[in-house]
């Protein structure tokens, strides 16, 4: 198989569905309830045209762009995901190198199945720390605390998980994500009720905090001095107030599809909370990015940088660290040959007027 490696994204889903437990590919693959928003998240990708520009010298092209002062060789960044060694025994340490050698953002997951300090010690490159605050906050902030010694940048707060979302294939398969290592010593699992349904769904309810309010948004600014990012904005009331708020960043995501089902599309929302931002702070979307052209329109629409999920995922279900290093450079390779394509030499170059949207066809 190493002389025929996948050449897109679609492949390596592919490659994963083979390689991994039904149970487990589901977890991955699904969302919530009809999965209207899994579709929409990348057909609204497929809805946006683009406008290229020809005659421009582009011999070089200049992927490099900044986030809260560092420096990145490139926009697209790993996004938070949970339990990465039901795609790969070695997990979130195999992640985090593939990232680390593209020298890519790494955000990792509060529901990581390594532990923060390993995975810190497998990456040299630039590291956030994903937070879903327990109902007991001491315990978060013990995983704050670890996450700031370890040199993690900033804090990314998921708030739109104030109760998990019915994914429904994980129901059906009485799914379990592994135990939490970073929660050994803080939360006992051992009595929690599993007799029925899906066990992560109850284990989530023991662990999130559904009361969680933007006064907690305070209470973090106050325990830590780390960049606060809010992630699962779609609205531009939300992200005025995020603003207000003082926030360092906002990600404009429904959680890839697997939290509220018929919410919008992000490509969708994503110019709605840029407006509403009015560039007070950066903002940056995931769900549904599978292809450099995606990255290229979610910037023309003004996001700083995209996240991918399940893509990561993909690849190291089906080649390890190789797989997920991979993906990430295939992403690059195809934003490379897009702005290249659309007359873009520096992200700077990805202009509103490189795309056309539905709203704009009216
Ligand atoms: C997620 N996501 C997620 N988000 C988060 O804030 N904390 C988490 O622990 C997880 N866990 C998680 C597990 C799995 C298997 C998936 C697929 C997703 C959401 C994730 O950060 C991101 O928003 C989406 O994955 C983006 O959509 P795509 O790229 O998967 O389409």
Request: hydrophobic fraction near 40%.
């Amino acid at each position: 198989m190493e002389n025929n490696l996948p050449v897109n994204i679609r492949e390596y889903q592919e490659l994963a569905k083979k390689a991994l437990p039904k149970m487990h590919f589901d977890y991955i693959n699904g969302g919530a309830e009809d999965e209207h928003t899994l579709r929409e998240n990348i057909a609204a990708y497929g809805r946006i045209v683009l406008r290229p520009r020809f005659l421009v010298d582009v011999s070089n092209i200049d992927m490099s762009t900044n986030l809260l002062g560092y420096d990145m060789p490139s926009p697209i960044m790993v996004a938070p995901t949970g339990a990465h060694k039901l795609a790969n025994p070695e997990g979130e340490v195999a992640t985090a190198r593939a990232a680390a050698s593209c020298n890519s953002v790494m955000v990792l997951s509060f529901s990581s199945s390594c532990k923060i300090e390993e995975v810190a010690s497998s990456c040299n490159a630039i590291r956030f720390y994903q937070l879903y605050v327990f109902k007991n906050r001491d315990i978060s902030e013990t995983l704050i605390r670890r996450a700031e010694s370890y040199g993690f940048k900033a804090i990314v707060l998921t708030v739109d998980t104030p109760v998990l979302g019915r994914r429904e294939a994980d129901i059906r398969n009485k799914m379990i994500v592994p135990w939490n290592e970073n929660l050994e010593g803080l939360l006992s699992f051992d009595d929690l009720d599993t007799t029925d349904g899906s066990k992560l769904e109850k284990y989530s309810r023991e662990t999130l905090d559904p009361s969680l309010s933007w006064k907690d948004v305070e209470w973090l600014k106050s325990i830590s001095s780390l960049p606060i990012l809010l992630k699962g904005i779609v609205t531009g009331e939300d992200a005025r107030r995020a603003v207000e708020a003082g926030v360092a960043g906002v990600i404009v995501s429904n959680h890839g599809a697997r939290q509220l089902d018929y919410a919008p599309a992000t490509i969708s929302a994503l110019e709605e909370v840029v407006k509403a931002v009015a560039g007070a702070v950066p903002v940056l979307v995931d769900g549904g990015v599978r292809r450099g052209t995606d990255v290229l329109k979610a910037l023309a629409l003004g996001a700083r940088a995209v996240m991918v999920g399940r893509p990561v995922l993909y690849g190291l279900a089906a080649r390890g660290e190789a797989g997920a290093r991979h993906v990430l450079e295939m992403l690059n390779w195809e934003l490379e040959v897009a702005m290249a394509l659309c007359g873009c030499r520096s992200i700077a170059g990805i202009t509103r007027d490189r795309v056309q949207t539905e709203g704009d066809r009216i």
